[in-house]
């Protein structure tokens, strides 16, 4: 069974920094893409990050780039996000998703991830 587990998530004043974690198990997921997604209350779900699966190529939605950085570590399954100078618009929950390919073109669509985490709870004060 296909698991992924996210963790990192919490509670940090505007201005902080999380550093997400997703870890995958029942297969491997080495040498495919995947992504960070976040859904804040009464949102729809919207892309943040995505990685390529030779961890070489990353994308981010333009309100992340400098402050946010999407990396992976293939030998042990993990997908990282650590995000820094967060800001009250970053409270959501934010899920990993992992793709079947290498490269997803439409990378930021979640509709081509099909492999999902329950999320965890990012909230920013300000």
């Known amino acids: 069974q296909v698991q992924l587990v996210e963790s990192g998530g919490g509670l940090v004043q505007a201005g902080g920094s999380l550093r997400l974690s997703c870890a995958a198990s029942g297969r491997t997921f080495n040498g495919y893409a995947m992504g960070w997604f976040r859904q804040a209350p009464g949102k729809e779900r919207e892309f943040v990050a995505a990685?390529?699966?030779?961890?070489?190529?990353?994308y981010y939605t333009d309100s992340v780039k400098g402050r946010f950085t999407i990396s992976r570590d293939n030998a042990k399954n993990l997908l990282y996000l650590p995000m820094n100078s967060l800001e009250p618009e970053a409270t959501a929950v934010y899920s990993c998703?992992?793709?079947?390919?290498?490269?997803?073109?439409?990378?930021?669509?979640?509709?081509?991830?099909?492999?999902w985490g329950q999320g965890t709870q990012v909230t920013v004060s300000s």
């Open positions: 990685i390529r699966g030779s961890g070489i190529t990353t």
């Open positions: 998703a992992a793709a079947t390919a290498e490269y997803v073109f439409a990378y930021s669509r979640s509709s081509y991830y099909p492999y």
